[in-house]
């Protein structure tokens, strides 16, 4: 994995940023990342709170990260 730093990515938001910014953190398409949160808080009742929390305390790009769409395939 390169160094990539986990911050919201708010251009490509849908609700916060926050899945958008673990996909290009993770390396992975950003669809399946919120498909496995919206599980998590379906199926396990967690994942709100924790949402909320990064949505507030993590810092945001300035800009989309140049190899946005490359890394997450959005």
Known sequence: MQNRKFRKVTEREWVGGVCAGLAYFVGAPVWIVRLVWA???????VGGFL???LWFFLPAWE???KDYDEVTGD
Request: aromatic letters at 24%; a neutral charge.
């Open 39 to 45: 599980m998590a808080m379906v199926y396990f009742g």
């Open 63 to 65: 800009s989309t990260p």
């Open 51 to 53: 949402y909320l929390c």
